[in-house]
């Protein structure tokens, strides 16, 4: 990737610009805190990260994970922040804020696409593969409270096996996907579904080991909906932890991005694009990797598209870091270029379009970069400004650490989050588990920081 020098400090980043353009200023703001948890040594991971936020005009709203790290807590209840000075005082305020959240659609409807918790199926008997026999017919759907023999199976780190099943193998209450759609319309709030034309749809069941404590993996969409140039609702998703392949029509262990469009205001939504993981042993694509799973859209004035996938995933490689990649289209999603490294780490890329015409792109794991677009068609990016280090921060918790694991090195969440606030600034969000409270004991913390883009 072709990208410009930059200068880059803790508060400020200068980026050359084309003579045409100009310098543009990349200016950090001050820490604030959002809210303060638990010690890191009560609960290194789950509780008090994965902040989302939400721009609702008169105010910033911002939904924190207090709960365990789960398939089945996905939904669970967060706690709710508000600021109405554009993130310099928050307060907490009640989960009924919830309802009024999301995307304002052209129609003035906001709509939200709400997470949802695995299904637990205690009660489902499981055909396991040493039933395998070369006659097995494998066109034959399951019958209800029943699964069939895996098409494939991947296990993990953590002893979990991963099953995966074509959609179209399950019994008929497990094949079709509807998602979970909080509309907030001319004051009144509704609770609905949108059907999902998927085609190739894989399910993937969680068990502790054989077939224990089974639990069917939810299937919504992971990526934050996002109006495009022509008014149409886009947003990403991402297989399971193994699919079947559309394009060869095998069992493949890699996760594989997806990319859906609404033509009807959320009420359904069809699959436009997925992208692949090639693994091929190469230093582009090593097998040492999760496969393209979360990711997220960006739209530019040129017409064309940007489209920025992680790829790690520690369950199956014993490692928290792998290359972020990104990929291009010019024909409005329809087809996408072979996706290339964009950085060496980025397990959550967000992306903020401003109305300036700048996009700011945010990553992490180990630290926090900010990157911002340099030309009309994204094609350029600044060398990333430094909002968090990658180097041990393990020395900042409250009891000293020897031989720091790698959330203990790393001192975050990793999934930092950025929303615009006006034509020339954005909010990034982000979790910090070393942050002292009044009394000097470092807790778990949720903080913002401004990013001014001056031209």
């Known amino acids: 990737m072709n990208r410009c020098k930059a200068l880059v400090s803790v508060f400020a980043c200068v980026v050359m610009l084309p003579s045409c353009a100009g310098q543009v200023e990349l200016v950090l703001g001050e820490p604030v805190i959002i809210v303060q948890g638990i010690r890191p040594e009560e609960k290194l991971w789950g509780p008090y990260q994965f902040p989302v936020p939400y721009q609702m005009g008169d105010r910033i709203v911002v939904s924190v994970h207090v709960s365990d790290d789960s398939f089945t807590s996905y939904a669970d209840p967060y706690r709710w922040f508000e600021s109405r ?9 009640s989960a009924a804020v919830a309802d009024s959240c999301g995307t304002v659609l052209p129609d003035g409807d906001v709509v939200r696409l709400p997470m949802e918790n695995s299904k637990v199926l205690t009660e489902w008997k499981f055909e396991s593969f040493d039933r395998l026999t070369p006659d097995y017919d494998f066109s034959c759907p399951a019958e209800e409270g029943c699964f069939p023999i895996p098409d494939g199976a991947r296990g993990d780190l953590f002893g979990s096996i991963a099953y995966t ?61 996002r109006v495009g140039p022509d008014g149409r609702l886009w947003v990403t998703a991402f297989s399971g932890e193994g699919h079947i392949s559309r394009k060869t029509g095998v069992y493949s262990p890699y996760y594989s991005a997806l990319l859906f469009v609404s033509d009807d205001g959320a009420r359904s939504f069809r699959m436009v694009a997925e992208m692949e993981y090639p693994a091929d042993g190469t230093r582009e694509y090593p097998y040492a990797s999760g496969g393209f799973s979360d990711s997220d859209i960006a739209f530019f004035p040129d017409g064309s598209m940007v489209w920025f996938f992680r790829s790690n995933w520690y369950g199956t490689t014993g490692q928290e870091w792998s290359p972020m990649y990104w990929s291009r289209s ?61 180097s041990d921060r393990s020395s900042l918790a409250n009891i000293p650490i020897e031989n720091p694991t790698f ?49």
């Open 330 to 390: 010019e024909d409005e999603g329809k087809s996408w270029s072979k996706p290339v490294v964009f950085s060496s780490c980025g397990t959550l890329p967000r992306v903020a379009t401003l109305e300036c015409g700048t996009s700011i792109v945010v990553y992490g794991r180990p630290g926090i970069f900010v990157q911002v677009s340099l030309d009309r068609g994204g094609k350029h990016w600044s060398e990333p400004l430094e909002v968090m280090t990658a």
């Open 85 to 93: 000075d554009g993130g310099k005082h928050w307060q907490e305020v």
């Open 165 to 225: 099943y074509k959609a179209e193998r399950l019994a008929p209450s497990l094949r079709d996907v509807k998602w979970a759609v909080s509309r907030f319309s001319c004051g009144e709030v509704i609770k609905d579904t949108a059907s999902v034309d998927w085609p190739g749809l894989s399910r993937v069941v969680h068990c502790n080991g054989g077939f224990n404590h089974p639990v069917l993996k939810s299937v919504f969409p992971r990526g934050y909906p």
């Open 407 to 455: 959330h203990e090195y790393d001192g975050a969440g990793g999934n930092p989050e950025i929303i615009p606030l006006d034509a020339d600034t954005a909010l990034l969000v982000y979790s910090d588990f070393y942050v002292p409270d009044s009394k000097g004991i470092k807790r778990k913390s949720i903080l913002c920081r401004t990013i001014t883009v001056r031209k």
